[in-house]
């Protein structure tokens, strides 16, 4: 009759196997790579048909510039800085462009004595007038909102 391990042992045992299955794979890994090479070449196999994704584009036209390209622009996500209080899914991060609806909203029902006209000829109030008024009026997000 076979000795009943205890954990321990088990454990030193498990922990010893899988350190020869680790001696094994590394003994036999060069092997098996040179003989998928090979097969890979041989039935000229693609990224595609061994269900991985080309890691580069595999046609001219995937290389060629497109027109609208960001190249020198951020990709960073842009962080909220306001958030609407009255619908809290609406944000914004005070950042160049367009104000959305919302902020429009609070300019036209709040500032509207402060629009100036811009370099355009529109009327809009001044960023710094916007950003004063929206810090001290609790649309701005805290750290631990």
């Not at 595999?58 to 960073?76: C, D, R, Y």
């Not at 009327?123 to 997000?141: A, C, F, H, M, Q």
């Amino acid at each position: 009759m076979a000795k009943e391990l205890t954990l321990a042992e088990l454990q030193k045992q498990i922990a010893e196997l899988q350190a020869k299955e680790q001696e094994i794979i590394q003994a036999e890994k060069a092997t098996v790579v040179e003989e998928i090479k090979a097969k890979i070449a041989q039935y000229k196999l693609t990224f595609e048909e061994l269900g991985f994704k080309a890691p580069f584009p595999t046609t001219i036209e995937l290389v060629a510039p497109q027109k609208n390209s960001n190249k020198g622009k951020s990709q960073a996500p842009k962080v909220p800085v306001y958030r609407n209080k009255d619908n809290h899914e609406e944000t914004w991060h005070a950042g160049k462009g367009a104000n959305p609806k919302w902020i429009e909203n609070l300019i036209n029902a709040n500032l509207a004595d402060k629009k100036q006209k811009n370099e355009k000829g529109n009327d809009v109030v001044p960023r710094k007038i916007l950003i004063e008024w929206l810090d001290s009026n609790g649309y701005k997000i805290e750290a631990n909102q």
